[in-house]
């Protein structure tokens, strides 16, 4: 479909890849930013959807309950629609915003840690705009409670996690092993350096991915034995040789004597 020279998608799929492939293209500012706002949105039409099909409980029921965090919980079904789709909203918002902004803080890292600091935002941020007494102490152990109870999720998921072999870095992980350089295997896969790319690095593609310049040399160099394999039949020169130490002396007895 096109209108007036705009290419629509055909399906819901398409438009979000076309989406996300934009979003990354955008500063970091921004594309955190759009990150959580869509997020955001999302959570409060959920929330307002839920607050219609749910019938509203007691409203001291989250006030008196004996644990903050179990009565944060709680308070998603209090205050009607509108109110659970403002918690949700910001629940969801903060926590993909904070999500996306640690991802690009640490180059792309996710582990545990990313997760349990985006939880505690999350939920330091809801309690906050829940309305709960005492509201630094509830924010702070409502933070502490989604960080820890998101923390052992994501570690049993990670136990469960299906293991499966990376093929398009196979060749060049094997080479970063072979010269000492293994550490180096995560910033193939950051900038997408993939096995079908690796007779084309060079010195801008392996800078741009971060890799320092002494292993870039290592690298490069390795990789010229397989561009130009002519030049592994070549004798090499031997490296340029230290001065003898005795080279040194005659000048200076020399210098000694017109004293």
């Known amino acids: 479909m096109e209108i007036a020279g705009l290419t629509l998608p055909r399906d819901f799929g398409q438009l979000q890849a076309k989406y996300n492939d934009w979003l990354k293209q955008q500063t970091p500012q921004v594309e955190v930013a759009l990150t959580g706002l869509t997020a955001s949105v999302q959570g409060v ?32 079904q209090t205050g009607g629609p509108w109110a659970q789709a403002r918690n949700l909203g910001v629940l969801t918002g ?6 996306c902004g640690i991802k690009k803080a640490r180059n792309g890292k996710e582990d545990v840690y990313s997760a349990m600091a985006a939880s505690f935002g999350s939920g330091f941020a809801y309690s906050l705009v829940s309305g709960a007494p005492n509201p630094l102490q509830s924010a702070v152990t409502t933070g502490a409670a ?13 136990m469960f996690k299906p293991e ?14 072979t010269l000492g350089l293994a550490k180096y295997a ?3 896969k950051k900038n997408l350096l993939t096995d079908q790319t690796i007779m084309l690095w060079n010195e801008s593609a392996l800078s741009e991915a971060r890799v320092p310049a002494g292993p870039r040399l290592l690298i490069l160099h390795h990789l010229d034995t ?22 040194v002396l005659p000048a200076k007895a020399q ?5």
Do not use: C, W
Request: avoid cysteine.
């Open 45 to 76: 039409f959920i929330g307002y959807v839920l607050g219609s099909l749910t019938p509203a409980p007691d409203p001291n029921a989250a006030a008196t309950s004996a644990m903050p965090a179990l009565g944060q919980l709680k308070a998603l």
């Open 94 to 99: 903060v926590n993909a915003a904070l999500t």
């Open 146 to 158: 989604f960080a820890l109870f998101n923390g052992l999720f994501y570690q049993i998921g990670q």
């Open 164 to 177: 499966h072999t990376d093929t398009e870095y196979e060749r060049a992980k094997y080479m970063l092993q």
């Open 186 to 188: 995560d910033n193939l």
């Open 226 to 247: 397989y561009r130009n394999p002519s030049s592994v039949l070549k004798m090499a020169l031997p490296l340029p040789p230290m001065p003898p130490p005795q080279a």
């Open 255 to 259: 210098a000694s004597g017109q004293r």
